[in-house]
Nanobody
Framework: QLQLVESGGGVVQAGESLRLSCTAS????????IGWFRQAPGKDREFVSS????????YYADSVKGRFTISRDNSKNIVDLQMNSLQPDDTALYYC?????????????????WGQGTQVTVSS
């Protein structure tokens, strides 16, 4: 079964950048739309961004539009999330997720597969 592993989390100051990576364990990765979700302490998990296998028409939550960019390299089984202008409200555990459908569907439905998460902490 496909497994997703996140990396790239860390502690940064407000205004700085981080790049998260989601690496898939096998080539069936190409069948999945891949997305990022996050969960802050005391809050529900929320959608951040998603991308189709074709890497067209990415989706973003309003809170990250213009600051975050999702990209995909199917030859390496990797989806990256470039996060710029980070703010303390971006502090959360970030999860990579896979969905057997479109990126648009992933933005509103429950994923089929989850990674373990990587922590992002932004200090003011």
């Amino acid at each position: 079964q496909l497994q997703l592993v996140e990396s790239g989390g860390g502690v940064v100051q407000a205004g700085e950048s981080l790049r998260l990576s989601c690496t898939a364990s096998e080539r069936t990765f190409s069948y999945y739309a891949i997305g990022w979700f996050r969960q802050a302490p005391g809050k529900d998990r929320e959608f951040v961004s998603s991308i189709n296998w074709e890497a067209d028409t990415p989706y973003y939550a309003d809170s990250v539009k213009g600051r975050f960019t999702i990209s995909r390299d199917n030859s390496k089984n990797i989806v990256d999330l470039q996060m710029n202008s980070l703010q303390p409200d971006d502090t959360a555990l970030y999860y990579c997720a896979g969905y057997l459908g479109t990126a648009g569907e992933l933005s509103v439905r429950s994923p089929h597969i989850w990674g373990q998460g990587t922590q992002v902490t932004v200090s003011s």
